[in-house]
């Protein structure tokens, strides 16, 4: 058997401690007197243990505000105690009323500045080089006056078209119309109208007419038509009201052999409204007529470039007296007759008439063509600036359409939930929800979600205003709970 260990191990362990201890005292000193080996803190020189040898080219916004202040000699000392409240309409991150009515106050008084870039005057013996010379120098500084606008009285601009060479396609489709129509959404017609526009159509010629055709009407009822129609009235510009989507449906139903005449399925009131509307449509038309009918026999000799007193006499924009907007839909047809015969001045090729549309992407320019062409000319598209170059396309002998690329012209809007709910800003580039979500709540009454959606909104409580509206929280929560969105039993 091998020999024991002592009990006492311990000796043997303290005496081998104490040799290693005489060896190194021997060959180094004593190193746990060298305390300054470890400081962090060594302040020789000009904070020489503070150096970045790191090479930065590109840095965030947040450390390059760090590096500047760090160059200033700037101090940040934290705040202790500093409690602020916010209250629960801010995180909504919509205005209150007294900021929203102070905004409208502005964009009242700097809509007049609120333009579209104007093509720089030209003539035959302009050379190509020299004119787009100037047109980008006219755009450039459009571009300026824009900007110093938003930065001066601090608004919020819509994205607005930045390519000059759509703009250059919209300069040409006025000039060879002699009809320009806007095409606006029915959602938000004011949004996607832009004023500016037709005064520039007057600039160019004031024998040419400006109308505005209201799509995707068939979302709103007779009466919000009517409304629209009144407006549209006040501000002198004609108005028709007209569903692409719905009048194509309409078409291959009579196509089919499905369809079945729309006064069927209209009540004995809305028959006698209607029947109202034409008299008085009649009557209107009749009174046009005979205000023209003097300068049409003269139209075989008159130019554009005759003077002011034929300009005065019939070829000027109608006043809002001299015509009548209907609430109706437009068919085919109508809308066809109505381009036909809503300009009486003189026109650009004789025996000819070209109506230009414009407006902006995604308002169903190219669904217009396609439905009144009744075959697929123009290729549609979700995405801005699908179509790249205007197009002529004659419907029939004497009737040509101008077709412009889609172009989002500036406008003011309020914040940016409001460009994400009008469909200007796609939504997968929203970061929060919270304030599109609340617009939303706060424009449709909460029994229209619920019926919508077939959810149930929680209820204010007691110390609450009963008539709120509901919160974005609450309608997702609703919502999510209604789609089976749960995380352990909760609603995720």
Not at 36 to 55: C, F, V
Not at 124 to 152: M, V
Not at 229 to 241: D, K, N, P, Q, S
Request: aromatic share 6%.
């Amino acid at each position: 058997m091998g020999k024991k260990k002592s009990g006492g191990g311990g000796g043997t362990g303290l005496g081998r401690a104490l040799i290693k201890e005489r060896l190194f005292a021997g060959r180094g000193g004593n190193r746990r007197a060298d305390s300054w080996l470890h400081t962090s803190e060594l302040n020789d020189g000009y904070d020489w243990g503070r150096l970045n040898l790191q090479s930065v080219t590109e840095q965030s916004s947040l450390d390059d505000f760090l590096a500047t202040a760090e160059l200033a000699g700037t101090e940040f000392v934290a705040e202790k105690l500093n409690v602020k409240f916010v209250p629960a309409e801010s995180r909504a991150g919509l205005l209150t009323s007294e900021e929203t009515k102070r905004l409208k106050e502005l964009h009242e008084e700097n809509k007049q500045l609120l333009r579209i870039p104007r093509r720089p005057e030209w003539d035959q013996s302009t050379s190509p080089d020299a004119l787009q010379l100037a047109e980008r120098d006219n755009f450039l500084e459009w571009r300026r006056e824009l900007a110093k606008l938003e930065e001066d009285q601090n608004l919020i601009l819509t994205p607005y078209e930045r390519n000059l060479d759509f703009w250059r396609q919209l300069w040409r489709v006025i000039e060879r119309s002699d009809v320009v129509v806007q095409i606006v959404d029915a959602r938000h017609p004011s949004l996607f109208r832009c004023p500016d526009l037709e005064c520039y159509v007057k600039e160019v010629s004031p024998h040419k007419q400006n109308m505005v055709l209201v799509n995707k009407a068939d979302l709103l009822t007779r009466e919000q038509r009517g409304v629209w129609a009144r407006h549209f009235e006040e501000e002198g510009i004609r108005a028709v009201f007209w569903s692409a989507l719905a009048e194509n449906e309409r078409l291959e139903a009579e196509e089919k052999g499905e369809a079945h005449g729309e006064e069927e399925e209209l009540s004995d009131e809305e028959k006698e409204s209607m029947e109202e509307e034409e008299e008085g449509e009649d009557t209107d038309e009749d009174e046009e007529r005979e205000m023209f009918q003097d300068c049409m026999e003269e139209e075989d000799w008159h130019t554009c470039s005759e003077g002011e007193e034929e300009e005065e006499e019939g070829t000027s924009s109608p006043s809002p007296a001299s015509f009548h907007n209907s609430s109706r839909l437009l068919s085919k047809d109508q809308l066809l007759e109505l381009f036909k015969t809503v300009h009486s001045g003189t026109r650009l090729k004789e025996g000819q008439i070209t109506v230009g549309l414009v407006g902006y992407p995604n308002v169903g320019k190219s669904s217009t063509i396609n439905t009144l062409l009744r075959n697929k000319k123009v290729s549609v598209s979700a995405t801005p600036g699908h179509t790249k170059h205007f197009q002529t396309l004659f419907v029939e002998p004497g009737l040509c359409l101008c077709d412009c690329p889609g172009l989002v012209m500036p406008s003011f809007v309020s914040t940016k939930a409001a460009m994400i709910c009008s469909g200007i800003l796609p939504i997968d580039q929203m970061r929060d929800h919270v304030p599109a979500i609340s617009l939303v709540c706060e424009h449709i009454p909460r029994e229209v979600l619920e019926g919508t959606y077939g959810i149930s909104i929680i209820r204010p409580r007691e110390d609450e205003d009963p008539q709120r509206p509901p919160t974005a929280e609450e309608l997702l929560m609703a919502y999510g709970y209604m789609r089976g969105f749960h995380d352990h039993g909760r609603p995720a």
